[in-house]
Nanobody
Framework: QVQLVESGGGLVQPGGSLRLSCAAS????????MGWYRQAPGKQRELVATITSGGTTNYADFVKGRFTVSRDNAKNTIYLQMNSLKPEDTAVYFC??????????????WGQGTQVTVSS
């Protein structure tokens, strides 16, 4: 069984920073792309950023220049450094991983989400 556990969310003032982490654990053969998504109240879940196992990144336009995604393949962990946060960044942030589990079954795995609130 595979688990993705996010951490690092919280309350921050506008203009502030937060760093999210997400660690994948369990029976994992390999992980390809990992990513961050977010869902604000009353809105659909949307892509924030993704990163491949080789380090190629992709960002939503609304976070370019403010957020940075990175990963540690040895630790099966992905990070999201969020700077210059705005109230509209308030959402639940979810981690995602496209992986092959220990029984060689492809899985699209999700974490439980971590709340980020940007408010003065």
């Amino acid at each position: 069984q595979v688990q993705l556990v996010e951490s690092g969310g919280g309350l921050v003032q506008p203009g502030g920073s937060l760093r999210l982490s997400c660690a994948a654990s369990g029976s994992i053969f390999s992980i390809d792309a990992m990513g961050w998504y977010r869902q604000a109240p009353g809105k659909q879940r949307e892509l924030v950023a993704t990163i491949t196992s080789g380090g190629t990144t992709n960002y939503a336009d609304f976070v370019k220049g403010r957020f940075t995604v990175s990963r540690d393949n040895a630790k099966n962990t992905i990070y999201l450094q969020m700077n210059s946060l705005k109230p509209e960044d308030t959402a639940v942030y979810f981690c995602n991983a496209d992986l092959i589990d220990g029984t060689l079954v492809p899985r699209d795995s999700w974490g439980q989400g971590t709340q980020v609130t940007v408010s003065s």
